[in-house]
C-alpha cells in the first residue's frame, strides 16, 4: 500500500461508523466494473468489526509470514 493510500485509510478509520460503511460500500462498487456482485452485510459487519478491534489494540495482527507458518506446522 502506498503511503498515500495509508493516510486515506487511516483517515478513513477516523470517520464514526455509518460514514466507513458508506465509503467502504462506494469504493467497493467502483471496483465491481457494473457486477451485481453483493457482498453480505454480515461479511461487511464483520470486517468492519475487526477493523476496530486492530485499532482499538483489541488484538494484534500477526504477520502473513507467521500465518503460513503455523499452517504449515499443522
Not at 465509503?23 to 461487511?44: K, Y
Amino acid at each position: 500500500m502506498t503511503s498515500a493510500a495509508r493516510k486515506l485509510l487511516d483517515e478513513a478509520l477516523s470517520l464514526p461508523e455509518a460514514e466507513r460503511r458508506l465509503l467502504a460500500e462506494a469504493l467497493l462498487e467502483s471496483t465491481e466494473s457494473g457486477s451485481d456482485h453483493e457482498i453480505d452485510p454480515a461479511w461487511r459487519d464483520e470486517v468492519l468489526r475487526r477493523v476496530e478491534q486492530v485499532r482499538a489494540g483489541e488484538v494484534q495482527p500477526e504477520p502473513w509470514s507467521e500465518v503460513r507458518r503455523k499452517i504449515d506446522e499443522a
